[in-house]
């Protein structure tokens, strides 16, 4: 029984599934895995310098479009949220005492991603309109 | 493959209170060896990354108009400076670093055959592996000089 169960779930359990904190939990490593996948693909575009201005210029163009850009908002706000609520999950494993503390900590979290994301979100959309316009 | 912690659900035990299941649900720090420095790793490269990446983000993404303002002499004359050429190769580390141990670790939680798992790992460390080296190679090595009137 024992081997039956461990070759159908993971070594380590569901440790948040059913509370309330499966959702920050869920959202960091959706996330964290969209900013590694953005990575691998950024260093290879980034490497490209090293091939000169026509190869670089030609790739980096691809970027430089209306659609490309909304998805680049896409990644930074999940960056900012993967920032935010790795300081969180940090905070409270470096200071256990604060753990008593999760439900306003996780507010408050939600509030700072919030108020960071409207000011990003305006710029990187009056960018995206400017792009449309050219 | 190791074995940190096995605990049981975030599910209500009777009779239990909000706050005591706040505190009992969650994963545990493991408890030693080379897993519990992967943990300490996590955390200290997550706060050195809030600051390098969302600094990344500001300085190319929103100022001075973003993203489209990038072309090759922007990262030649960005890439003049020690200081600039420092910062993202040491973010270039770090986040693959950490975003690999997260990969790392998201395997583990959901694949659960040996073979595949293994196989997953090791794709995930191959290509971090290059990409470090490739990363590495160009930071260091970039000379926009080779390219005459390409900077202007």
């Given at each position: 029984m024992a081997t039956r169960a461990r070759k159908t779930r993971s070594d380590y359990g569901r440790p948040y599934l059913g509370h309330e904190g499966q959702w920050s939990w869920i959202l960091h490593r959706v996330t964290g895995t969209a900013v590694i996948l953005f990575l691998f693909v950024h260093i290879v575009d980034t490497a490209l310098v090293g091939w000169g201005p026509e190869a670089y210029d030609k790739v980096v163009r691809?970027?430089?479009?209306?659609?490309?850009?909304?998805?680049?908002?896409?990644?930074?706000?999940?960056?900012?949220?993967?920032?935010?609520?790795?300081?969180?999950?940090?905070?409270?494993?470096?200071?256990?005492?604060?753990?008593?503390?999760?439900?306003?900590?996780?507010?408050?979290?939600?509030?700072?991603?919030?108020?960071?994301?409207?000011?990003?979100?305006?710029?990187?959309?009056?960018?995206?309109?400017?792009?449309?316009?050219? | 493959m190791a074995r940190t912690t096995t605990g049981p659900t975030a599910a209500p035990l009777a009779g239990e209170g909000r706050a005591q299941r706040d505190l009992r649900v969650g994963r545990e720090r493991p408890?030693?060896?080379?897993?519990?420095?992967?943990?300490?790793?996590?955390?200290?490269?997550?706060?050195?990354?809030?600051?390098?990446?969302?600094?990344?983000?500001?300085?190319?993404?929103?100022?001075?108009?973003?993203?489209?303002?990038?072309?090759?002499?922007?990262?030649?004359?960005?890439?003049?400076?020690?200081?600039?050429?420092?910062?993202?190769?040491l973010m270039l580390m770090l986040a693959l670093i950490h975003g690999v141990n997260g990969l790392r670790n998201i395997t583990l939680d959901y694949v659960a055959r040996p073979g595949l798992r293994f196989a997953l790992t090791m794709a995930t460390y191959v290509l971090a592996l290059v990409l470090m080296v490739l990363g590495t190679v160009v930071v260091v090595t970039f000379d926009p000089s080779a390219w005459p009137g390409a900077v202007g």
């Open positions: 691809a970027y430089h479009n209306p659609i490309v850009h909304l998805l680049e908002l896409g990644l930074v706000l999940a960056l900012l949220y993967h920032a935010l609520n790795g300081l969180k999950i940090t905070l409270i494993d470096f200071f256990p005492r604060l753990a008593r503390h999760i439900r306003p900590i996780g507010r408050a979290t939600a509030a700072l991603f919030v108020l960071a994301a409207i000011p990003t979100a305006a710029i990187m959309l009056k960018q995206t309109y400017d792009l449309w316009r050219a | 408890l030693g060896g080379a897993e519990l420095w992967w943990w300490l790793f996590m955390r200290i490269s997550g706060l050195l990354l809030v600051f390098l990446a969302l600094g990344h983000v500001a300085v190319m993404h929103l100022m001075d108009g973003g993203a489209e303002r990038i072309d090759f002499g922007f990262v030649a004359t960005r890439w003049s400076s020690v200081f600039w050429r420092t910062w993202d190769w």
